[in-house]
């Protein structure tokens, strides 16, 4: 079976001279991208790098950061992509639950964790290597010195279907962050299923905006990779900046989180563009209401639209096209469903003895197939209740209706989607609960049109810091703590939390009063 490191050297040796991926003013063929990303696989054996070791990155969209990862696929290595908004504290969490012993960061970045470049040995002692993708500093090396020193031998390992590609870490309902194990075999099945259901071909030009450190970024690089296509990366979602991209380059593929689709279709230069290269925009991540939709459908047409259901875990789930997304008519109604079970993907809705249970019925959504990831790391506990039978239990609530179509309905467990990135509410309110006048507090997710959700915490305060704590005072709290995506829009007050019979805060009754 095909690894990841296949799918460039595919093109590589198909398509040497056809320009693959583009980055700024920068251009680069299959056979450019394949003879850097073996250099770079080639330095990373030569610095003493060996296959399953784990190597850290954290950088917006870049080149470097698509070489990076097919040169872990060569050389059998482990990647580790680290949200590039988290925080020093954050980011030295993941490096060291994951072991890396490398870590590769963006000079762009450097001011973010300038407290463990300064401290290596007491925030990350096993990163023996960090590489920055700029200029050198003290104890560092750059990335393209080291693609500089790299020995011309080749250091590829034996890479199986089922040997670990990356530890992806995502927000947990406990507040801990979980890395989950992804496979190339995983890969190479979300990028199969994607080929065939975008209907996918080698004239392609997709618009990379998501981060590479998300799966939601990743997949359509291999998705277009595979199937020889062109890839522009944007580092930053910029509204005028991918219009302007879409008519100089002709775009055709476009995937969004409904935040960013929200200000895309509310910008005021859109009519003064030439968008009809488009033919696919995925909208996905994050809630959307159907409101949203069609409001988005009348301004960009209705059948370039794509959705479904997806996460972490097991990439693409379910599919909803573009031929089915219409504004009148009976398939309208489907609207707001995320879709009908992926190809080679097997889709359930089952009550919580596990037993599938009829349309209509809301349960839990759990799937089985190649994408299936093989667990989280160093958490076999977590691994044990969400992996079951070779079943993945997504925590996710919905039904199917008589057609078939999934709806999705809420989350079993207290993520937030805000944004297109997990928040999970325990961790922020284990961050809100350490301020010293706080007595209880609760957050919830509260439906926003730009963010998809936004995080509000709402706090009772203890009897003697009543009146002289304000809001401000808690966010200031949060921004030294949390990554801004984590932090609460929104603090209200109230004077107790509403309980349930067994005197525990519910949720339940905030989120009637608040949403």
């Known amino acids: 079976m095909v690894t990841v490191r296949d799918i460039l050297e595919r093109n590589a040796r198909l398509h040497p001279r056809k320009v693959g991926l583009i980055d700024g003013d920068k251009r680069f063929t299959y056979s450019e991208i394949d003879e850097r990303a073996n250099r770079l696989c080639s330095a990373l054996n030569h610095l003493g790098l060996k296959k399953g070791d784990k190597i850290a990155i954290m950088a917006h969209?870049?080149?470097?950061?698509?070489?990076?990862?097919?040169?872990?696929?060569?050389?059998?290595?482990?990647?580790?992509?680290?949200?590039?908004?988290?925080?020093?504290?954050?980011?030295?969490?993941?490096?060291?639950?994951?072991?890396?012993?490398?870590?590769?960061?963006?000079?762009?970045?450097?001011?973010?964790?300038?407290?463990?470049?300064?401290?290596?040995?007491?925030?990350?002692?096993?990163?023996?290597?960090?590489?920055?993708?700029?200029?050198?500093?003290?104890?560092?090396?750059?990335?393209?010195?080291?693609?500089?020193?790299?020995?011309?031998?080749?250091?590829?390992?034996?890479?199986?279907?089922?040997?670990?590609?990356?530890?992806?870490?995502?927000?947990?309902?406990?507040?801990?962050?979980?890395?989950?194990?992804?496979?190339?075999?995983?890969?190479?099945?979300?990028?199969?299923?994607?080929?065939?259901?975008?209907?996918?071909?080698?004239?392609?030009?997709?618009?990379?905006?998501?981060?590479?450190?998300?799966?939601?970024?990743?997949?359509?690089?291999?998705?277009?990779?595979?199937?020889?296509?062109?890839?522009?990366?944007?580092?930053?979602?910029?509204?005028?900046?991918?219009?302007?991209?879409?008519?100089?380059?002709?775009?055709?593929?476009?995937?969004?989180?409904?935040?960013?689709?929200?200000?895309?279709?509310?910008?005021?230069?859109?009519?003064?563009?030439?968008?009809?290269?488009?033919?696919?925009?995925?909208?996905?991540?994050?809630?959307?209401?159907?409101?949203?939709?069609?409001?988005?459908?009348?301004?960009?047409?209705?059948?370039?639209?794509?959705?479904?259901?997806?996460?972490?875990?097991?990439?693409?789930?379910?599919?909803f096209p573009g031929t089915e997304h219409h504004l009148d008519g009976p398939l309208s109604e489907k609207l707001g469903s995320v879709g009908k079970d992926g190809i080679n993907v097997e889709v359930k809705i089952v009550d919580n003895e596990g037993v599938e249970l009829p349309p209509g019925k809301v349960g839990e959504i759990i799937v089985k197939g190649d994408n299936v990831s093989l667990g989280y790391w160093k958490m076999p506990q977590e691994t044990a209740k969400t992996y079951k039978n070779g079943w993945l239990y997504t925590g996710d609530l919905g039904y199917r209706d008589d057609d078939g179509y999934i709806f999705h309905v809420d989350r079993k467990k207290d993520i937030i989607i805000s944004g297109g990135e997990n928040v999970s509410s325990r961790e922020v309110e284990s961050i809100i609960y350490q301020h010293p006048a706080v007595k209880e507090v609760a957050v919830i997710g509260i439906p926003d049109k730009e963010w998809g959700e936004s995080v509000r915490a709402i706090v009772s305060l203890k009897p003697h810091y009543k009146n002289k704590v304000s809001e401000q005072d808690i966010m200031d709290f949060c921004r030294q703590r949390l990554a801004g995506f984590k932090r609460p829009k929104k603090i209200t007050f109230l004077d107790e939390l509403p309980k349930n019979s067994v005197g525990k805060i519910s949720k339940a009754e905030l989120r009637k009063l608040y949403r």
């Open 61 to 319: 969209n870049c080149h470097e950061y698509v070489e990076f990862y097919f040169a872990i696929a060569k050389g059998g290595y482990v990647a580790v992509p680290i949200n590039a908004r988290l925080t020093a504290t954050e980011v030295a969490y993941n490096l060291n639950h994951s072991e890396s012993i490398a870590f590769i960061y963006h000079e762009a970045l450097e001011d973010q964790i300038e407290v463990i470049l300064k401290n290596k040995k007491s925030y990350v002692p096993n990163a023996n290597h960090i590489i920055t993708i700029g200029k050198e500093r003290e104890n560092t090396i750059s990335f393209n010195s080291l693609l500089d020193i790299a020995p011309y031998e080749s250091a590829y390992a034996q890479v199986e279907p089922d040997d670990l590609f990356m530890i992806l870490y995502t927000s947990g309902t406990t507040g801990i962050p979980k890395g989950v194990m992804i496979s190339h075999r995983n890969i190479v099945a979300n990028t199969n299923s994607t080929i065939i259901e975008k209907r996918i071909v080698p004239e392609d030009i997709n618009l990379l905006v998501l981060p590479l450190f998300h799966i939601a970024g990743f997949w359509p690089l291999t998705t277009h990779f595979y199937r020889s296509g062109l890839t522009i990366l944007l580092p930053r979602f910029d509204a005028e900046k991918i219009l302007q991209t879409i008519e100089k380059e002709k775009v055709t593929f476009l995937n969004l989180v409904p935040t960013m689709l929200q200000r895309l279709i509310t910008h005021p230069g859109l009519k003064d563009y030439d968008l009809s290269s488009l033919r696919f925009l995925m909208y996905a991540g994050a809630p959307s209401t159907v409101e949203q939709i069609k409001e988005a459908m009348s301004i960009l047409g209705q059948h370039i639209f794509y959705t479904g259901l997806g996460c972490t875990e097991a990439g693409m789930i379910t599919n």
